[in-house]
T-cell receptor, first 109, second 116 residues
Framework: QKEVEQDPGPLSVPEGAIVSLNCTYSNSAFQYFMWYRQYSRKGPELLMYTYSSGNKEDGRFTAQVDKSSKYISLFIRDSQPSDSATYLCAMRSDYKLSFGAGTTVTVRA | GAGVSQTPSNKVTEKGKYVELRCDPISGHTALYWYRQSLGQGPEFLIYFQGTGAADDSGLPNDRFFAVRPEGSVSTLKIQRTERGDSAVYLC??????????????FGEGSRLTVL
């Protein structure tokens, strides 16, 4: 069993819809939780970063962490075609980042 | 440069050949990572450098893989006797943080290796 499991997708949604992305993890030592966005043939770029359980908002993006359930989510409101990308959840306990497999999202205009 | 630079961006080689992939991190970043990303998968950890030394090489799949960072800046990932299963995108990332903490990893665009 992998340390980080991510809902596989792919997801295809109309412009303006809410996108919901989810990951679960098994390693209780993970302290930092991140979401990366990766466009085709590019490297991952950090989108959201959280440390504690709860919600964190940044514009149209909301990251949720539930440490008791070992579950994290990313919500994208009012999705735009430019949000079409692969979204990777990532977690770390010290220096090493462990990634989920990624969910590819397509937002249709 | 402003970001992490990786060369070559694409490399096609034949089974059994030797390959070197280069990473030039963001200036001043002490931590450097190599990850491997196979098609449809997330990046998988290979090796972590803090300065010149490999602090953790537990992700290297076997002894055909080796990485160096002799002066604490540029790093080279070396793959001997390449196999078709080595085909993947090799990502390099650098970070300002020494250990743990909130240091963001900045990724390069990757080197896409294809072994025929």
């Amino acid at each position: 069993q992998k340390e980080v499991e991510q809902d596989p997708g792919p997801l295809s949604v109309p412009e303006g819809a809410i996108v919901s992305l989810n990951c679960t993890y098994s390693n209780s030592a993970f302290q930092y939780f991140m979401w990366y966005r990766q466009y085709s043939r590019k490297g991952p770029e950090l989108l959201m970063y959280t440390y504690s359980s709860g919600n964190k908002e940044d514009g149209r993006f909301t990251a949720q962490v539930d440490k008791s359930s070992k579950y994290i989510s990313l919500f994208i409101r009012d999705s735009q075609p430019s949000d079409s990308a692969t979204y990777l959840c990532a977690m770390r306990s010290d220096y090493k980042l462990s990634f989920g497999a990624g969910t590819t999202v397509t937002v249709r205009a | 440069g402003a970001g992490v630079s990786q060369t070559p961006s694409n490399k096609v080689t034949e089974k059994g050949k030797y390959v070197e992939l280069r990473c030039d991190p963001i200036s001043g970043h002490t931590a450097l990572y190599w990850y491997r990303q196979s098609l449809g998968q997330g990046p998988e950890f290979l090796i972590y450098f803090q300065g010149t030394g490999a602090a953790d090489d537990s992700g290297l799949p076997n002894d055909r893989f080796f990485a160096v960072r002799p002066e604490g800046s540029v790093s080279t990932l070396k793959i001997q006797r390449t196999e078709r299963g080595d085909s993947a995108v090799y990502l390099c990332a650098s970070s300002q943080a020494s250990r743990g903490g909130t240091g963001e990893l900045f990724f390069g665009e990757g080197s896409r290796l294809t072994v025929l």
